[in-house]
């Protein structure tokens, strides 16, 4: 297969996820499987903040040092359909005066591939936590053991790579292959009959002793999910 025609692929991939929208997640039973949970006019919400290794396992490419993965779950009233958006939903830093907006696929996997460039030095920019770690990796080129160090945060781990080596997430084809995935399994939007869930995807902000709050607005009515501290 010609890599001109591998990247028409991936890109039909994407076109044909975005067309068809979000799958999401499996919700569970209820919202009170859920560490955070609120309700909103009937509307009952869970929310969990994934850990880095629960979004290696979640996702094709690393993202953990990309942005905070938070799955939520909306539990409609019966006979009711609220209307599900991802700009209903904001994070905010309990305490502080920092709150972000979930960010969509597109530029998630932007920001991946610009952090995977062979060119740049391994670096979290602002993080959950921050912390360090050292080891080795096989080369997906030679397949020679290599050692590494790097940084790791408590929202993502990330660890540095030979320079000039090729790094999951860098190429062309691999950011449309993230933007695909990271699509698949976002929220679903739209009027919800039943439950649904999935992830949205929130600019890492800096924690140190706050805690974390998903905020849901509608139509002027604000409640808050707070995650428990770790």
Same mark, same amino acid.
């Given at each position: 297969?010609?890599?001109? %025609?591998a990247?028409?692929a991936?890109?039909?991939?994407?076109?044909?996820?975005?067309?068809?929208?979000?799958?999401?997640?499996?919700?569970?039973?209820?919202?009170?499987?859920?560490?955070?949970?609120?309700?909103?006019?009937?509307?009952?919400?869970?929310?969990?903040?994934?850990?880095?290794?629960?979004?290696?396992?979640?996702?094709? %490419? #690393?993202?953990?040092?990309?942005? !905070?993965?938070?799955?939520? +779950?909306?539990?409609?009233?019966?006979?009711k359909?609220?209307?599900?958006?991802? #700009?209903?939903?904001?994070?905010?830093?309990?305490?502080?005066?920092?709150?972000?907006w979930?960010?969509?696929?597109?530029?998630?996997?932007?920001? !991946?591939?610009?952090?995977?460039?062979?060119?740049?030095?391994?670096?979290?920019?602002?993080?959950?936590?921050?912390?360090?770690?050292? &080891?080795?990796?096989?080369?997906?080129?030679?397949?020679q053991?290599?050692?590494?160090?790097?940084?790791?945060?408590?929202? &993502?781990a &990330?660890?540095?790579?030979?320079?000039?080596?090729?790094?999951?997430?860098?190429?062309?084809?691999?950011?449309?292959?993230?933007?695909? #995935?990271?699509?698949?399994?976002?929220?679903?939007?739209?009027?919800a009959?039943?439950?649904? +869930?999935?992830?949205?995807? %929130?600019?890492i902000?800096?924690?140190?002793?706050?805690?974390?709050?998903?905020?849901?607005?509608?139509?002027?009515?604000?409640?808050?999910?707070? %995650?428990?501290?770790?």
């Open positions: 297969m010609t890599r001109k %025609f990247l028409s991936t890109f039909v991939l994407v076109a044909s996820v975005a067309a068809a929208g979000p799958r999401g997640t499996v919700p569970k039973p209820s919202s009170d499987r859920y560490p955070a949970r609120a309700e909103s006019d009937g509307t009952k919400l869970g929310a969990a903040l994934l850990t880095s290794q629960e979004v290696r396992q979640a996702f094709v %490419f #690393d993202v953990s040092r990309t942005c !905070l993965v938070i799955e939520v +779950a909306l539990y409609p009233q019966k006979d359909e609220p209307e599900v958006s991802r #700009d209903d939903f904001s994070l905010h830093v309990a305490g502080t005066d920092i709150t972000v979930p960010s969509s696929a597109n530029t998630v996997a932007a920001k !991946l591939q610009q952090q995977s460039s062979p060119s740049r030095d391994v670096g979290v920019e602002s993080s959950v936590g921050v912390g360090y770690e050292s &080891g080795t990796y096989t080369d997906p080129v030679t397949g053991q290599v050692k590494t160090h790097g940084v790791y945060t408590e929202a &993502g &990330g660890v540095g790579v030979a320079p000039g080596s090729p790094r999951p997430g860098s190429s062309d084809r691999d950011r449309a292959i993230a933007e695909a #995935d990271l699509a698949d399994k976002g929220l679903p939007e739209g009027k009959s039943s439950p649904v +869930a999935g992830y949205l995807y %929130f600019p902000v800096e924690k140190k002793k706050h805690a974390l709050q998903l905020e849901y607005e509608v139509n002027g009515n604000k409640v808050v999910l707070q %995650f428990p501290q770790k």
